[in-house]
T-cell receptor, first 115, second 116 residues
Framework: GESVGLHLPTLSVQEGDNSIINCAYS??????FIWYKQESGKGPQFIID?????DKRQGQRVTVLLNKTVKHLSLQIAATQPGDSAVYFC??????????????FGGGTRVLVKP | EPEVTQTPSHQVTQMGQEVILRCVPI?????FYWYRQILGQKVEFLVS????????KSEIFDDQFSVERPDGSNFTLKIRSTKLEDSAMYFC??????????????FGPGTRLTVT
């Protein structure tokens, strides 16, 4: 269940450092955004979400920032751990929740945590 | 913690054969989805399903595809006559409500479909 993609951008980070993963979205009508983590052989795992009426949301060790002006989304992971090594996807939804939602995924970023 | 389950984990089939991929969504969820991920490509939306009918479907979801909730727990994706380009990882997902929060979708581990 991994996105193997030969052209997948990779972020190498030292254990304990903070990670920032960026995502540019294309649809200005999107009102809901999610970050997913995908480990090898598994399905996408929900990390955190944010609605378009917010610009920042914090979770446990993670923060999502939304800049609607430039259509940019980022995920910050504090004190990155070896278990954070995975492929991270952003996804957007422009349905307004009116039709059961339809997520459009980005291409993904591979995060490698060095011990 | 409740989770979405999918069976089988890997399905190999010959071109032209019918396949049924099975999913058990999280028990109190109301919305169900199928996505697919061709190797090396993005996760793509196929279909959403609510109240025993399709809410939305993508261009990929043509007449060869169908979905069904045959009972209170299972959600299936059927491909009537598989093509080589149907080879992909198929993910089932579910979510609670569409408007009042709970828009996050929870994904199953996927079924790898290989069409030969």
């Amino acid at each position: 269940g991994e996105s193997v993609g030969l052209h997948l951008p990779t972020l190498s980070v030292q254990e304990g450092d903070n990670s920032i993963i960026n995502c540019a979205y294309s649809n200005s009508a999107s009102d809901y955004f999610i970050w997913y983590k995908q480990e090898s052989g598994k399905g996408p795992q929900f990390i955190i979400d944010i609605r378009s009426n917010m610009d920042k949301r914090q979770g446990q060790r993670v923060t999502v920032l939304l800049n609607k002006t430039v259509k940019h989304l980022s995920l910050q992971i504090a004190a990155t751990q070896p278990g954070d090594s995975a492929v991270y996807f952003c996804a957007e939804d422009d349905t307004g929740g009116a039709a059961g939602n339809k997520l459009t995924f980005g291409g993904g970023t591979r995060v490698l945590v060095k011990p | 913690e409740p989770e979405v389950t999918q069976t089988p984990s890997h399905q190999v089939t010959q071109m032209g054969q019918e396949v049924i991929l099975r999913c058990v969504p999280i028990s109190n969820h109301l919305y169900f989805y199928w996505y697919r991920q061709i190797l090396g490509q993005k996760v793509e939306f196929l279909v959403s399903f609510y109240n025993n009918e399709i809410s939305e479907k993508s261009e990929i979801f043509d007449d060869q595809f169908s979905v069904e909730r045959p009972d209170g727990s299972n959600f299936t994706l059927k491909i009537r006559s598989t093509k080589l380009e149907d080879s992909a990882m198929y993910f089932c997902a579910s979510s609670t409500t569409r408007r009042t929060g709970g828009r996050e979708q929870y994904f199953g581990p996927g079924t790898r479909l290989t069409v030969t």
